[in-house]
């Protein structure tokens, strides 16, 4: 039981394990296609640049720069006239804005990429974004510093007192996203103002794509895992077969020898009796000694047949040798021997309606089946045993029925009567004594003859046993 959990426990910390590192190579791979996706449109977004400015003589910003020019003209004076705190700051603030929305709205470097992307038959479906580094006017010589991003400010340390620092300029956002990619910085200065941005741009599809591109190791690694899972699982079911056959073995063995040593010590005591003096002056006794001696010996003889029976059919296949016989004498004559046999003085019902008067059976193992059947049902039995044999024929077979009120067999044993050396757990306590092999024999001459056993059962109430045979 230990054995079992730890072998169960360290299967599933290893598929965990086997699960973890799967997971991340997996995210590695996601990363790594999400770097080349990028790297691979840098490149293209530079070859687009340099071929936009070799072919247009711009980098789309012209527009842009003019009216930030004309504005910032105005602006300068305008800023250069206040003098409250508060009012500049707002104004400040209304300057940046208008600065980060003409570079959003009056550029045609995005046109100019999606024309160029086309034409190359990629992916054009991006969103641009510029992020304002650094803005200030310039009124008579005199600089205005008006923003300067949180990035911007940490590079270049200066005139941090006065200048409008972070936050969201305009209400774009100003942090940047590993996705996104640069594709241009710009840094322009004219009489009225010096600017320093950032041109990115963000693919929709971006996720999509690398997902697409790391699907196959997905379906790979997911695979792999299914594949050690079910191997686990199968290795493990076959370890606990293993050791049920083993203990069922073990069982066998104990009750074999139990078996074997009831009759042997009989035998023994018996031989010492006849040689005792007194014993021998009275026939009687030696009759009766002898008597004892021989049934003890012809039990042991089907013990030990029963065992090179077995052995015999584990290693050839089941033979049997038919014979047409009249199905219902047969099986009357069987059970009028085992009344007049080992009956034990159980009350047996017999009901008869086959359709098909003969049928073509092995008498022997038949007989076997039906005997195996009958000293069931009066060995687990704790009260007057009744037993009701019920046989038909139905859609080309004939039926069987063994019905008894035993203890009957709880729904879990049911499921392995059949197996050999099986032994419900009351059996293994020698209370009924027995080799787990009586249902494992009716089972395996049913099957010779293309047919089956069932059972079904209440425990306390009693069993049924149905043999079904095809003719
Ligand atoms: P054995 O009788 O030698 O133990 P069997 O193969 O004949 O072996 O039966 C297997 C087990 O099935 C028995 O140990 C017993 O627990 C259960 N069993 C078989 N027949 C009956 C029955 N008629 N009523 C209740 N239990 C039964």
Redesign the pocket.
């Known amino acids: 039981m230990k054995k079992r959990n730890t072998i169960l426990i360290l299967g599933i910390v290893s598929i965990i394990i086997l699960i973890t590192v799967q997971v991340i190579i997996l995210k590695g791979v996601y990363q790594g296609k999400g770097e080349m996706f990028n790297l691979r449109y840098r490149l293209f977004s530079q070859d687009a640049l340099t071929a936009i400015s070799r072919r247009f003589s711009t980098d789309g910003f012209d527009t842009a720069r003019i009216m930030i020019n004309n504005y910032s003209e105005k602006a300068a004076r305008e800023i250069a006239a206040i003098t409250d705190t508060a009012k500049l700051s707002a104004k400040k603030k209304d300057v940046i804005f208008f600065v980060t929305k003409v570079l959003n709205q009056e550029q045609d470097l995005s046109q100019f990429l999606s024309d160029y992307f086309e034409r190359r038959r990629i992916d054009k479906n991006f969103n641009h974004k510029i992020i304002v580094n650094y803005f200030e006017l310039i009124n008579d010589e005199q600089r205005i510093p008006i923003y300067i991003s949180e990035e911007y400010a940490a590079r270049l340390p200066m005139r941090r007192d006065t200048v409008q620092r972070g936050g969201s300029p305009g209400g774009f956002r100003p942090l940047r996203h590993v996705s996104e990619i640069l594709v241009k910085s710009d840094r322009s200065e004219t009489n009225y103002y010096r600017l320093d941005f950032d041109y990115f741009i963000d693919f929709r599809d971006k996720q999509k794509v690398v997902m697409r591109d790391t699907a196959a190791s997905l379906v790979l690694s997911t695979l792999s895992i299914i594949v050690v899972v079910i191997l686990f699982l199968i290795t493990y079911k076959n370890l606990m077969e293993e050791k049920r056959l083993s203990n069922l073995k073990t069982d066998f063995i104990n009750n074999m020898t139990h078996e074997l040593k009831t009759p042997l010590s009989t035998i023994t005591v018996a031989g010492k009796t006849l040689l005792l003096p007194q014993i021998r002056e009275n026939d009687e006794k030696i009759v009766e000694t002898a008597r004892m001696i021989s049934k003890q010996s012809v039990h042991l003889n089907q013990l030990i047949n029963m065992i090179l029976e077995i052995s015999m059919w584990e290693r050839t296949q089941f033979q049997i040798d038919k014979k047409k016989v009249k199905i219902e004498d047969f099986l009357k004559d069987i059970v009028e021997s085992f009344r007049s046999g080992g009956g034990n003085g159980a009350t047996i019902t017999q009901k008869y309606n086959f359709t098909n008067p003969e049928i073509e059976l092995d008498t022997v193992y038949i007989t076997t089946l039906l005997n195996?059947l009958l000293s069931?049902?009066v060995?687990?039995c704790e009260k007057e045993p009744v037993i009701d044999i019920e046989g038909f024929s139905q859609e080309n077979n004939i039926f069987i029925k063994v019905a008894?009120n035993?203890?009957?067999?709880s729904k879990n044993?049911q499921k392995h009567?059949f197996d050999k050396f099986?032994?419900?757990s009351?059996?293994n306590i020698h209370k009924?004594k027995?080799?787990?092999?009586?249902?494992?024999y009716v089972k395996k001459i049913a099957e010779a003859h293309g047919g089956d056993v069932t059972v079904s059962?209440k425990p306390g109430k009693g069993?049924i046993?149905t043999v079904t045979i095809p003719y």
């Open positions: 195996n069931n049902a060995k687990y008894d035993g203890i009957g067999i044993d009567v099986y032994r419900a009351t059996g009924y027995g080799l787990g092999l009586g249902l494992y059962s069993s046993f």
